[in-house]
C-alpha cells in the first residue's frame, strides 16, 4: 500500500507513514476480506492509538524511565510517544511482520529507539513497567485474547489501552483516565472524529 510521511491528526508531534485519508482499510487487498492476506492496519493511525499517544506525551512521567512495551503495535505510534516521553527502553510487538516493519520505519522518521518484533502480546509482558495497547477490542475473539493477556501484565505493570467504544471493552476492568475527540479519515471510520478513552487496568500494583 502506498503512504506518505504525515504528522497525525491528534499528535503532530508524531508523523507516520500513512494511506491517503480517502483509503480504506480493504483498499490496499483489492477491496475484500482474504484470510491468507491481512489488512493493512499499520497504515492507518487508529484512534486508539492516537488516543494512547497524547496521553503518554502529556503525562510523561506514566513512560519516563521506565521499560515499556507496547502490544499490537500496528503503526507503532503509541511506542513511539514512549520513546519521545522519555521511557527508558521500548518494544513494539505485532503479530504483522509489515506491521513490525512500518513501526521500525516510523521510529526512524521520527529518530527515536523502539525495538520493534514479530511477537504475540502474552510474550515478555511481564518484563514491562509499562504495557500500552491501542485499539486492540474490535473483534471478540481478539478481546478475550488480549483481556487475558493484559490482566497478566497487570499483575506487575501498569497496563494502559485506549479505545474509541469498539464494543468489547471490559470496562469493569478498568478506569478511566482520560477522553478525547480524535480526528480520523472518514473512509476508515465513516465518521470524522470518534470520542476515545484511555484506560488503566485495575491492579493494587498499579500507581500512575
Do not use: C
Not at 51 to 66: K, S, T, W
Not at 169 to 190: D, G, N
Amino acid at each position: 500500500m502506498q503512504t506518505t510521511l504525515l504528522p497525525v491528526a491528534l499528535v503532530p508531534e508524531i508523523s507516520l507513514h500513512l494511506a491517503d485519508a480517502r483509503t480504506g482499510l480493504f483498499d490496499g487487498i483489492q477491496g475484500e476480506f482474504r484470510s491468507d492476506v491481512a489488512p493493512p492496519f499499520w497504515a492507518f493511525a487508529w484512534a486508539g492509538g492516537q488516543a494512547l499517544a497524547r496521553y503518554v506525551l502529556d503525562n510523561p512521567h506514566v513512560v519516563a524511565g521506565r521499560r515499556v512495551i507496547d502490544v499490537a503495535t500496528g503503526s507503532g505510534i503509541a511506542a513511539i510517544a514512549a520513546a519521545r516521553a522519555g521511557a527508558a527502553e521500548v518494544e513494539a510487538f505485532d503479530v504483522s511482520p509489515e506491521a513490525v516493519e512500518a513501526a521500525r520505519r516510523n521510529a526512524a522518521a521520527n529518530e527515536v529507539s523502539v525495538h520493534a518484533r514479530v511477537a504475540e502480546a502474552t510474550d515478555d509482558d511481564n518484563a514491562a513497567d509499562v504495557v500500552l495497547a491501542g485499539d486492540v477490542f474490535y473483534t471478540v475473539s481478539v478481546a478475550e485474547r488480549m483481556t487475558t493477556a493484559l490482566r497478566r501484565a497487570a499483575r506487575t505493570a501498569s497496563v494502559l489501552v485506549g479505545d474509541p467504544g469498539r464494543g468489547y471493552l471490559p470496562e469493569r476492568l478498568f478506569i478511566r483516565r482520560a477522553e478525547y475527540s480524535v480526528p480520523v479519515p472518514p473512509a476508515l471510520e465513516e465518521t470524522e472524529t470518534l470520542v476515545t478513552g484511555v484506560w488503566q487496568m485495575r491492579s493494587s500494583t498499579n500507581k500512575l
